[in-house]
């Protein structure tokens, strides 16, 4: 079990291009989370999969976000067009099952737009 | 709406015990989490409640009263490394976890 991990860890980058963030979960994790934090405050919910299936989406989501997890291993959130406002945590967590108010975290890729 | 209330700021001495207050609102409600954050670090998984009542992992304890919309992490024996930041987080109907906005923990020796 070598945990969740993201990458890049970091990423800076100029208003207006496009990102892309990685996620592996922990192998036998089924379902895998994108979380967005900013200072001083808790994760904010982006969307959920379920194996391959992209359960939810956060209705506040700009429709610039995008998410995949194709054959239900890793994941990417690719941004567009990004804008200052998108600078925060990206955090991406994985669950077992139906154990999923236990989530395990990666360290986040911690995006600075300029 | 959906909203969660904890303390932004709590203070306590290094060895005593201290309780972190969640009240909450939701639209559907299957059960309360607690998570542990370091500065610059993840949220780390703590406690669940389910049902109502206590439930006790060493020296960390989590309490649930559905009926009051109410929980808390009681945390004992308080060390310098418990320093950080806890949220209360309400798995939803759909499986999805609201969290609140945290509760700073400053531990004094």
């Known amino acids: 079990d070598t945990g969740v991990s993201q990458d890049p860890r970091h990423k800076i980058t100029k208003r207006g291009q496009n990102v892309t963030f990685r996620c592996d979960p922990i192998s036998e994790h089924n379902r895998l989370y994108w979380y967005r934090q900013t200072l001083g405050q808790g994760p904010e919910f982006l969307t959920y999969f379920q194996n391959e299936a992209q359960l939810e989406k956060s209705r506040l989501l700009s429709d610039r976000f995008s998410a995949e997890r194709p054959k239900g291993s890793f994941s990417t959130l690719e941004i567009q067009r990004t804008e200052q406002g998108d600078s925060a945590m990206y955090l991406c967590?994985?669950?077992?099952?139906?154990?999923?108010?236990?989530?395990?975290f990666g360290p986040g890729t911690r995006l600075t737009v300029t | 709406g959906q909203s969660l209330e904890q303390p932004s700021e709590v203070t306590a001495v290094e060895g005593a015990i201290v309780q972190i207050n969640c009240t909450y609102q939701t639209s559907g409600f299957y059960g309360l989490s607690w998570y542990q954050q370091h500065d610059g670090g993840a949220p780390t998984f703590l406690s669940y409640n389910g049902l109502d009542g206590l439930e006790e992992t060493g020296r960390f304890s989590s309490f649930l009263s559905r009926s009051d919309s109410y929980g808390y992490l009681l945390l004992q024996e308080l060390q310098m490394k418990d320093s950080a930041s806890y949220f209360c987080a309400v798995m939803d109907s759909n499986y999805q976890l609201i969290w609140g906005a945290g509760t700073k923990l400053i531990i004094k020796p």
């Open positions: 967590a994985s669950s077992l099952g139906e154990r999923s108010y236990e989530q395990y």
